[in-house]
């Protein structure tokens, strides 16, 4: 006889509805009437008028754009509520976007970022770059250039044809690639191809772009002593040209210490560029500072560079064999604070495992910088607690998306903590949402913050039961959580419920297993699996 079970636990399938972490952005002011878009739709919009001298109850709303008459207020609080399913801070996957938008559809996309800061008349805006002309699957026509897109996926009054800034991104696929935006709204282009590499900027709008770096564009390797650059893969920012104390961090494919020498040794390295306060104007003529070559610096790979507030790097790059580190966390000075595979092997205890973080090709940091979101090139992404300076796999999940395909590009979060995904393989721009019970503030004085309300842990799922006469595996589901959060009980009779100390648990996010022996032929008893955090 095999042992009886009892199965405590639900699964809730939540698909077609909209998830996300709702905001206002895209701020605009006519007279008194303030107009602003919602990312998505929310439960309650209010807008405190003075300081709470006076509040407006625009109740639910949808996604999209929406006003309020400010009465003559001198200053205005916009406040969206939400109460959410859990999303991937809870290592659940909730996808928000729709792929049948075709304003979502690019083929050959690149780079994908988004306006983080509400001192920019772009705040919230989405930019995607796309590499090469080409048709998707669709049928939409998407020509080379910049893509802007309202923050609910709309387009812009700039319209839908692709924007270049004056900026010449013909020669290659690889050009435009990357791209940041700055706190003032100014856009930064990395430039990754061999004939026109560097790093270019234009204003929020794509009207008007420059070269950053002095020399010669381009990039074969070396450089030699006629280029003061290479290809620029990423490009992190702080400050502005505008206040005069501008600084850039890039992965340069090429440069090196020598620029005369013929051997790969500091490939992908990252550089600091700063304004000279004396000449405070761009092209900047260096020489940059090289700050890490953390990583491999033989042969050329998929990299990428995220920047905290703090000055914290978190530096990526793409290796298939598990034995070398995808992503490493660098201080302000250029030491290695942490390697993925040092730390994912330490944690679980393990120095033969692969690192966690393969086939690496992009990462974004949300904005209080507590958690990466790692780009796996199959569309995978991971989410790491990175809150202490520090990898915490204590606080990781891996989201799987379909089709499975090659070519994820890059990842991006905006303001709210909404994760943006660009493939070329499944030629989509895709969002998913944070979950969990959020209430954002957007104000008239430049100012945005997000709160959420603590998420409680998701219900471990179980899957599969297999079982013996004196043995029984329990395979289950507990998204985002870790091997130390649960407990096996057993009972006999579904009334006393007893920890058993023998049970063996097994697995990584979100797939667990437990080993339950000892126990006697002929016997019946029930067993249940308990999330204790």
Same mark, same amino acid.
């Given at each position: 006889?095999?042992?009886?079970?009892?199965?405590?636990?639900?699964?809730?399938?939540l698909?077609?509805?909209?998830?996300?972490?709702?905001?206002?952005s895209?701020?605009?002011?006519s007279?008194?009437?303030?107009?602003?878009?919602?990312?998505?739709?929310?439960?309650?919009?209010?807008v405190?008028?003075?300081?709470?001298?006076?509040?407006?109850?625009?109740g639910?709303?949808?996604?999209g754009?929406?006003?309020?008459?400010?009465?003559?207020?001198?200053?205005w609080?916009?406040?969206?509520?939400?109460?959410?399913?859990?999303?991937?801070?809870?290592?659940?996957l909730?996808?928000?976007?729709?792929?049948?938008?075709?304003?979502?559809?690019?083929?050959?996309?690149?780079?994908?970022?988004?306006?983080?800061?509400?001192?920019?008349?772009?705040f919230?805006?989405?930019?995607?770059?796309?590499?090469?002309s080409?048709?998707?699957?669709?049928?939409?026509?998407? =020509?080379?250039?910049?893509?802007?897109?309202?923050?609910?996926?709309?387009?812009?009054?700039l319209?839908?044809?692709?924007?270049?800034?004056?900026?010449?991104?013909?020669?290659?696929?690889?050009?435009p690639?990357?791209?940041?935006?700055?706190?003032?709204g100014?856009?930064y282009?990395?430039?990754?191809?061999?004939?026109?590499?560097?790093?270019y900027a234009?204003?929020?709008?794509?009207?008007?772009?420059?070269?950053?770096?002095?020399? &010669?564009?381009?990039? =074969?390797?070396?450089?030699?002593?006629?280029?003061?650059?290479?290809?620029?893969?990423?490009?992190?920012?702080?400050?502005?040209l505008?206040?005069?104390?501008l600084?850039?961090?890039?992965?340069?494919?090429d440069?090196?210490?020598?620029?005369?020498?013929?051997t *790969?040794?500091?490939?992908?390295?990252?550089?600091?560029?700063?304004?000279?306060?004396?000449?405070?104007?761009v &092209?900047?003529?260096g020489?940059?500072?090289?700050?890490?070559?953390?990583?491999?610096?033989?042969?050329? *790979?998929?990299?990428?560079?995220?920047?905290s507030?703090?000055g914290?790097?978190?530096?990526? *790059?793409?290796?298939?064999?598990?034995?070398?580190?995808?992503v490493?966390?660098?201080?302000?000075?250029?030491?290695?604070?942490?390697?993925?595979?040092?730390?994912?092997?330490?944690?679980?205890g393990?120095?033969?495992?692969?690192?966690?973080?393969?086939?690496?090709?992009?990462?974004?940091?949300?904005?209080?910088?507590?958690?990466?979101?790692?780009l796996?090139?199959?569309?995978?992404?991971h989410?790491v607690?990175?809150?202490?300076?520090?990898?915490?796999?204590?606080?990781?999940?891996?989201?799987?998306?379909?089709?499975?395909?090659?070519?994820?590009?890059?990842?991006?979060?905006?303001?709210?903590?909404?994760?943006y995904m660009?493939?070329?393989?499944?030629?989509l721009?895709?969002?998913?949402?944070?979950?969990?019970?959020?209430?954002?503030?957007?104000?008239?004085?430049?100012?945005?913050?997000?709160?959420?309300?603590?998420? =409680?842990?998701?219900?471990?799922?179980?899957?599969?039961?297999?079982?013996?006469?004196?043995?029984?595996?329990?395979?289950?589901?507990?998204?985002g959580?870790?091997?130390?959060?649960?407990?096996?009980?057993?009972?006999?009779?579904?009334?006393?419920?007893?920890?058993?100390?023998?049970?063996?648990?097994?697995?990584?996010?979100?797939?667990?297993?437990?080993?339950?022996v000892?126990?006697?032929?002929?016997?019946?008893?029930?067993?249940?699996?308990?999330?204790?955090?």
């Amino acid at each position: 006889m095999k042992p009886s079970l009892l199965h405590l636990a639900t699964l809730s399938l939540l698909t077609g509805t909209a998830l996300a972490a709702p905001y206002a952005s895209g701020l605009s002011v006519s007279g008194s009437t303030i107009s602003f878009i919602l990312n998505e739709s929310a439960d309650k919009v209010s807008v405190s008028l003075n300081n709470g001298a006076s509040t407006l109850n625009l109740g639910a709303l949808p996604a999209g754009t929406h006003s309020f008459d400010s009465a003559g207020a001198t200053s205005w609080q916009i406040i969206v509520e939400k109460a959410a399913p859990p999303g991937w801070r809870s290592g659940t996957l909730q996808q928000i976007s729709s792929d049948a938008n075709p304003l979502n559809q690019f083929v050959n996309g690149r780079g994908v970022c988004i306006a983080r800061s509400p001192k920019s008349r772009a705040f919230g805006r989405v930019y995607v770059s796309v590499g090469s002309s080409g048709t998707t699957l669709t049928g939409r026509s998407v =020509p080379e250039g910049i893509y802007p897109l309202n923050a609910d996926l709309s387009a812009t009054p700039l319209g839908t044809n692709p924007l270049t800034g004056g900026l010449n991104f013909t020669a290659s696929t690889e050009s435009p690639y990357r791209l940041t935006a700055g706190d003032d709204g100014t856009l930064y282009i990395a430039d990754w191809s061999d004939q026109t590499g560097s790093l270019y900027a234009t204003d929020a709008d794509v009207a008007n772009g420059t070269n950053l770096l002095a020399g &010669p564009v381009g990039s =074969p390797f070396p450089v030699t002593d006629t280029r003061i650059h290479g290809s620029i893969a990423a490009v992190a920012v702080a400050g502005s040209l505008a206040t005069s104390d501008l600084n850039l961090w890039v992965i340069d494919e090429d440069l090196q210490d020598d620029r005369l020498a013929t051997t *790969q040794s500091q490939t992908n390295s990252l550089w600091e560029w700063r304004l000279n306060a004396e000449a405070p104007f761009v &092209p900047l003529n260096g020489p940059p500072l090289r700050l890490s070559s953390a990583g491999i610096t033989f042969a050329s *790979q998929t990299a990428d560079i995220v920047r905290s507030k703090t000055g914290t790097f978190y530096k990526t *790059q793409r290796r298939s064999n598990g034995n070398e580190s995808g992503v490493f966390i660098i201080d302000s000075t250029g030491i290695t604070l942490d390697s993925s595979l040092t730390s994912w092997r330490n944690f679980k205890g393990d120095l033969t495992l692969r690192d966690v973080f393969t086939e690496t090709v992009a990462a974004d940091l949300t904005d209080d910088g507590q958690f990466l979101a790692v780009l796996r090139r199959d569309n995978a992404f991971h989410i790491v607690h990175v809150g202490t300076g520090l990898f915490d796999f204590n606080r990781y999940s891996l989201l799987t998306t379909t089709p499975v395909t090659v070519a994820a590009r890059d990842i991006a979060f905006d303001p709210a903590g909404n994760v943006y995904m660009l493939s070329s393989g499944n030629q989509l721009l895709r969002v998913f949402a944070p979950g969990g019970t959020s209430k954002a503030t957007t104000g008239s004085d430049a100012t945005f913050a997000i709160a959420f309300e603590p998420l =409680p842990p998701p219900t471990p799922v179980i899957t599969a039961v297999t079982g013996t006469p004196n043995a029984v595996v329990i395979d289950f589901s507990a998204p985002g959580a870790s091997l130390a959060d649960f407990t096996l009980e057993r009972s006999p009779d579904l009334a006393t419920w007893l920890p058993d100390a023998s049970a063996q648990f097994a697995g990584e996010s979100p797939s667990f297993s437990v080993n339950a022996v000892g126990i006697t032929p002929g016997s019946k008893e029930f067993f249940r699996v308990r999330r204790l955090r």
